[in-house]
């Protein structure tokens, strides 16, 4: 079954532990996004990846780092969250950059204290 | 800056009851149109992408249409299922393949 794939689904954690969220698709997709979603300000772009060892900021990046050393994984790493990082998290890919059709895990909700 | 602002936030319908929920947008060259649905405690699910004004799509009972400002998303005799929250997003052109999210229809259709 073509999917995307992250793990954990839910993790409580506490200021300044680092954590990693992993993201794995399937679907041999070149495009790989990361994207956070807060009541009332909608999916925001967090970091993307064009393609392996491509990597560029989106529009919140800050408190973020991502990797994408194979083609499939594309994860998110946290160094030192902080309380304003709680928020529920989505990884995506799609075939290719451009206008299609991105496919969305099922999320991670993350609680920093 | 792109934007993206959807009405009315939450829509609630009896069954058989069409309706349409609306997305306005600004975006400086725009790629390309989409809509998503969200299931609770799940991640959006992609319905359609619309490329330019005049474009229409249709899948069982919703139907998208596109013009130069807007797009609309038509319900037609909604069933229950059909309750969730609705998404819509936009892509510009040389902006990373960023999408630009509106922050959704929440729609519930009762009995």
């Known amino acids: 079954e073509a999917q995307v794939t992250q793990n954990p689904r839910y993790l409580i954690t506490v200021t300044g532990k680092k954590l990693t969220v992993t993201c794995s698709q399937n679907?041999?997709?070149?495009?790989m996004s990361w994207y956070r979603q807060d009541p009332g300000l909608g999916l925001r772009q967090i970091y993307y990846s064009m393609n392996v060892e491509v990597t560029d900021k989106g529009d919140v990046p800050e408190g973020y780092k991502v990797s994408r050393k194979e083609k499939r994984n594309f994860p998110l790493i946290l160094e030192s969250p902080s309380p304003n990082q709680t928020s529920l998290y989505f990884c995506a890919s799609s075939l290719y950059s451009g206008p299609y059709e991105q496919y969305f895990g099922p999320g991670t909700r993350l609680t920093v204290t | 800056e792109d934007q993206v602002t959807q009405s009315p936030e939450a829509l609630r319908l009896q069954e058989g009851e069409s309706s349409s929920l609306n997305c306005s947008y600004t975006v400086s060259g725009l790629r390309g149109l989409f809509w998503y649905r969200q299931d609770p405690g799940k991640g959006p699910e992609f319905l359609f992408t619309l490329y330019s004004a005049g474009e229409e799509k249709e899948k069982e009972r919703l139907k998208a249409t596109l013009t130069k400002k807007e797009s609309f998303l038509h319900i037609t005799a909604p069933k229950p299922e059909d309750s969730a929250t609705y998404l819509c997003a936009v892509q510009a052109a040389g902006g990373g393949n960023k999408l630009t999210f509106g922050t959704g229809t929440q729609l519930k259709v009762e009995l």
């Open positions: 679907m041999n997709h070149e495009y």
